[in-house]
């Protein structure tokens, strides 16, 4: 009986004419700032720690994602902070030699800085160019797991910066085939590819449609016998790069989506994979505009940054200014926006209790920016802006709305509009979170738990258009009240 075939393989397909729409205005908007204040950081000591560590990163999850290794988090970390250094590793962090591991990744690293040489060198992508890069990310790989002509599995030597020579289609845990490019294939696929790139930069494709689009095509065709994950993370960070974004740093943590939006792609759906793409550079950008504070604090170097920056800033401080006020100005409407759409979900909600059992309370609250009670929820909305992993600045802007739910116990979703960053920079955060209340021995009330609501913060700058953030903030409310809602509905 023949193997099931889960995926068949077929020739590689253009975008869609409506491609644009897969883009995302809100990359734009945080794209036009970046670039308007990349030049205030580019001598700065922190700007130059913020890429290395970005970097490393880059180079140790691409290879986590593909399990050529495990590395634990604390070791990760420690990596990212100092360096690549196989006395960093202990044998308990990893399950292969530490040393052959730190090896591998100081590979992958220099695939990134490979791509800083491709573009300063303004090369044309070519097979050339990415058999480079896969030699290089694959030297101290020697063999690949590889399936014969007649179906047995056996290590083979990897052939470094070659195409394949046999099939390479994985067999999925149900034991279906997915089909990738045949190897008589790969060469007039990858022509059309590169051909097909080349005629998207004069047709002006966003860079996010164009990342996921050409990483998506190259992993139909999955030209190599191994590496190819690795290799087209980097060309995809490669497309960011010349734009003047940032590498792809795709993680352990983001894996099964990752693979899901492939797989969606898979069946002609791009938009998960540009959305996923979309988030990783979002964190990046927030990362960057973030270490202008850093700088401030840089102690000896201070004089010689504002002496490099004084004259720009005195021709920028007023202009800035109108420009941050209007961030603020969307966040309060984004502010009503909230308390409108809670309001609306607590009288949905009430009816709803008040038919089905008696003795349930449900109202809204909100507090403006400036208002008396701004200081109110100021631990839980830290705590969720610490599993969001950003800076909440209440001292610039704080305001919140809060959907109360009263029954045999009292629990809150709170939505929290903060700056971001300890100085801020234009940029507003939204945050959704639940948390319960629980009554102490001595009458009083205490938190119980804070549970983010939404896996993602909500960014408002002032360079995006206001009808596109609300639109945005719609979608991304709703999507966290449905969590919010059902996780209080299990404490029922």
């Not at 149900?174 to 990738?180: A, I, M, Q, T, V």
């Not at 979900?345 to 008396?372: H, I, W």
Request: aromatic share 8%; proline share 3%.
């Amino acid at each position: 009986m023949s193997q099931p075939i889960a995926y068949r393989w077929k020739p590689i397909e253009d975008l869609p004419d409506d491609f644009t729409t897969l883009a995302s205005g809100e990359l734009r908007a945080l794209s036009e700032l970046w670039l308007e204040q990349r030049g205030v950081l580019e001598s700065s000591d922190a700007l130059k720690r913020f890429n290395e560590r970005l970097r490393r990163e880059w180079a140790i999850e691409t290879g986590i994602i593909e399990r050529i290794y495990t590395l634990d988090r604390g070791t990760t970390e420690l990596l990212i902070e100092r360096g690549i250094d196989a006395s960093l590793i202990s044998h308990e962090a990893t399950d292969k030699d530490p040393n052959l591991v730190a090896e591998i990744i100081r590979d992958q690293e220099s695939a990134i800085d490979l791509l800083f040489a491709f573009i300063k060198g303004h090369r044309t992508l070519s097979t050339s160019f990415i058999k480079e890069l896969h030699a290089l990310i694959t030297r101290h790989q020697e063999t690949v797991t590889a399936r014969d002509q007649f179906g047995t599995i056996r290590n083979a030597p990897l052939l470094r910066g070659e195409w394949k020579r046999l099939p390479n289609n994985p067999v999925r845990p149900d034991g279906s085939l997915h089909e990738y490019c045949p190897p008589e294939q790969v060469a007039s696929e990858m022509d059309r590819l590169l051909q097909l790139h080349r005629e998207h930069a004069g047709r002006g494709v966003p860079p996010e449609v164009e990342a996921a689009w050409l990483h998506h095509r190259f992993t139909q065709i999955h030209p190599f016998q191994d590496g190819n994950g690795r290799v087209v993370r980097a060309l995809s960070s490669l497309v960011f790069i010349k734009a003047g974004w940032f590498p792809l740093v795709v993680t352990r943590d983001h894996r099964e989506r990752y693979i899901d939006a492939l797989e969606r792609a898979d069946l002609g759906d791009l938009h998960p994979l540009v959305q996923l793409f979309v988030e990783l550079e979002r964190l990046a950008f927030v990362g960057a505009l973030g270490i202008v504070g850093e700088i401030r604090r840089e102690g000896g170097r201070l004089d010689q940054v504002i002496a490099s920056i004084g004259e720009m800033l005195t021709e920028r401080r007023e202009e800035r200014r109108r420009e941050w006020d209007h961030a603020k100005e969307i966040a309060n409407k984004v502010a009503d926006r909230a308390r409108s759409r809670l309001v609306a979900v607590a009288d949905q909600l009430g009816q709803e209790l008040s038919r089905a059992s008696g003795g349930y309370t449900v109202f809204v609250d909100a507090e403006p920016n400036g208002g008396k009670r701004w200081h109110w929820f100021q631990w839980q909305t830290r705590q969720a802006a610490r599993k969001l992993d950003y800076f909440a600045n209440l001292k610039d802007y704080s305001a919140w709305v809060r959907l109360h739910l009263q029954g045999e116990t009292a629990a809150d979703v709170l939505v929290s509009l903060t700056g971001i960053g300890r100085e801020f920079r234009g940029l507003v955060g939204v945050s959704l979170c639940f948390f319960r209340w629980e009554e102490t021995g001595d009458g009083e009330r205490r938190v119980a738990d804070v549970t983010a609501a939404a896996d993602e913060l909500f960014q408002i700058n002032y360079k995006e258009p206001e009808e596109a953030i609300l639109d945005r903030f719609d979608r991304w409310l709703d999507r966290g009240m449905v969590r919010a809602l059902e996780t209080w509905r299990q404490t029922l």
